[in-house]
């Protein structure tokens, strides 16, 4: 092995005592690391859609056919804002159900809350880690049985419209190209030693960028480990600078 690759299993090495980066996602993991929120993948009902049962006003979520009783996950690390029997009419049915708003963080910091609805058997404290289990789906009398799934941004932890439907956003976004589109924050003060390796790419693994010019078979750079990249899904580094000549 020579010394080039013998940092690269370093790096990898300390990467797998992150617990952070290695959150697991029960119901698969989308391409920059948040949680699918539940056990089916199923799309019934998308952004802006609309429903006879309310006129004139637009789906401010996906709702994503699943079973009663299938499991419910969190997209990412978060702290528990409201944890209601009913909420705006998602209904807790009598079996400590209903919608469940979780605060959660962007990469870049920003705060964002994510709606789960027409839940039952809610099971939260006042934090949750990316992939809990944190509610199972609830009974719906309206139709398909479902998850509402719905994203706003920015976050406003004093805002009590949590309607599924409205004639406006009510500072919602598609929860879909967002769960997509957008990757989680993770610290890793508590379990990641800083590190500086030198890393190459090996194979064909998907490096985070893919577009990085350098990541060829002759050249090398720099990695530290404060951002958590999903290449393989395993290994998180961030890049540290420009690519060094070789
Ligand atoms: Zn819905």
């Not at 990695?223 to 000549?245: H, K, L, N, Q």
Request: aromatic share 12%; charged share 15%; with cysteine.
């Amino acid at each position: 092995m020579s010394r080039q690759e013998m940092s690269f299993f370093i790096i990898v090495l300390a990467m797998l005592l992150s617990s952070n980066c290695l959150a697991e996602c029960p119901g698969g993991m989308m391409a920059n690391g948040l949680c699918w929120p539940t056990e089916g993948n199923e799309l019934l009902l998308g952004w802006h859609g609309s429903n006879p049962n309310y006129p004139g006003k637009s789906h401010l979520g996906q709702d994503i056919r699943v079973a009663e009783g299938k499991r419910v996950f969190a997209i990412a690390d978060g702290v528990v804002l409201h944890n209601r029997m009913d909420v705006d009419g998602y209904g807790g049915f009598g079996f400590n159900g209903g919608g469940l708003i979780i605060k959660h963080q962007l990469s870049d910091g920003q705060y964002f809350t994510a709606l789960y609805a027409h839940l039952k058997n809610i099971s939260v404290g006042t934090t949750v880690e990316k992939g809990q289990k944190i509610a199972e789906i609830g009974p719906y009398a309206g139709g398909t049985v479902h998850l509402h799934f719905g994203i706003r941004l920015p976050y406003n932890d004093n805002d009590a419209r949590w309607a599924g439907y409205g004639s406006s956003d009510n500072g919602f976004t598609n929860s879909l190209t967002f769960i997509q589109n957008n990757a989680p924050y993770v610290d890793f003060s508590d379990d990641f030693q800083m590190i500086e390796a030198t890393v190459r790419k090996v194979g064909d693994a998907a490096w985070y960028p893919p577009n990085v010019d350098c990541f060829d078979a002759q050249q090398w750079f720099r990695v530290t480990s404060t951002t958590c990249y999903f290449a393989d899904r395993t290994i998180c580094f961030e890049i540290m600078g420009a690519c060094p000549a070789f």
